[in-house]
C-alpha cells in the first residue's frame, strides 16, 4: 500500500472532497488527521475513515485561519503519530454576491481560510517535515475560468496556484514535493448550496459533475511515490468541463 506508515493531514477533512480523500489515505494504509473546525464532524468524521480501514484516525478541530491553531495541529499530530507526510490543504469558504456589495471583511473571510490557510499548514509541514513529504493544495478551475458573483473565492484560488509554485521552489531543496489540483463541479454540500446553480444562471450537464472520490484519486496520486518527479503541477480534474466553458 502507497501511504503504509504514512501519515496525512487533511484540512476540511469532515465531508466532500476532504472526506473522501482522508477515506482513500486511509484505505491505503495511512493514520489521516481530519482537521474541521467543527469539532463534532471532524470526529465522526474520523470514526467513519477508521470504520472504512484505516490503522488510525484523528478528528482534529482547527480554525485554519488562525496560525496558533494550525501550529498545535501539526504539532500534535506529530505528538500522536510520531510524523507527518503529506498535507492536504482542502478546506474552502465561497461567498456569493456583486462586487459593488462586497466589504473588505467580505474579501478577508474568504482569503484567510482559502489561502492563508494553506500557507500556515505549508509553513508548518515545511518546518516539521522531513525530506519526502508531500503538499498536495486543493484550487478550483475558477483559478483559471469564473463566472459572476464569485470574485473573491476565485481571487483566492488563482492566488493558491501561485503559492503551490512558490512552495513548489522552495520545498524542492528541502526534499518536500508540494503540488496542486483544480476541481471542476464535484458534488459536494458547497456545489448543492451555491445560489448560481439553484437560480440557473449557471448550467451544469450531468455528465460535468464529478464525485468526491474523482478528486480523492488525484490528490492520493500526487501525493504517493508515483509523482515522486511531479513538483509546482496544478492538475485539472474537471471531467473536460473548462474545454467547453
Not at 489515505?25 to 472504512?52: I, K, M, P, Q, Y
Not at 456569493?96 to 481560510?113: C, K, Y
Request: glycine share 12%.
Amino acid at each position: 500500500m502507497r501511504f503504509q506508515d504514512h501519515v496525512c493531514i487533511v484540512t476540511g477533512g469532515a465531508s466532500g472532497i476532504g472526506l473522501a480523500t482522508a477515506r482513500r489515505f486511509g484505505s491505503e494504509g495511512a493514520r489521516v488527521v481530519l482537521v474541521d473546525v467543527d469539532g463534532e464532524r471532524a470526529a465522526s468524521a474520523a470514526d467513519a475513515v477508521r470504520a472504512a480501514g484505516a490503522p488510525d484516525a484523528w478528528g482534529a478541530t482547527c480554525d485554519v485561519a488562525d496560525e496558533a491553531g494550525v501550529e498545535a495541529t501539526v504539532h500534535g499530530t506529530i505528538d500522536r503519530f510520531g510524523r507527518l507526510d503529506v498535507v492536504v490543504n482542502n478546506a474552502g469558504l465561497m461567498t456569493f454576491g456583486a462586487l459593488e456589495t462586497l466589504t473588505g471583511n467580505d474579501w478577508l473571510r474568504i482569503l484567510q481560510v482559502d489561502l492563508l490557510g494553506a500557507f500556515f499548514f505549508i509553513k508548518h509541514a515545511f518546518l516539521t517535515m522531513k525530506p519526502g513529504g508531500a503538499v498536495v493544495n486543493v484550487s478550483s478551475v475558477h483559478a483559471v475560468e469564473t463566472t459572476p458573483l464569485v470574485a473573491p473565492y476565485a481571487a483566492a484560488k488563482s492566488a493558491l496556484l501561485s503559492l503551490t509554485r512558490s512552495a513548489a521552489l522552495e520545498g524542492k531543496p528541502k526534499g518536500i514535493r508540494v503540488n496542486a489540483v483544480l476541481p471542476g463541479a464535484v458534488d459536494t454540500p458547497m456545489l448543492r448550496d451555491n445560489p448560481n446553480i439553484k437560480s440557473g444562471a449557471e448550467q451544469l450537464l450531468p455528465a460535468d459533475v464529478g464525485k468526491p472520490e474523482d478528486l480523492a484519486a488525484v490528490i492520493a496520486y500526487l501525493a504517493s511515490g508515483d509523482a515522486a518527479f511531479v513538483q509546482g503541477a496544478a492538475i485539472r480534474v474537471d471531467g473536460g468541463r473548462l474545454a467547453h466553458l
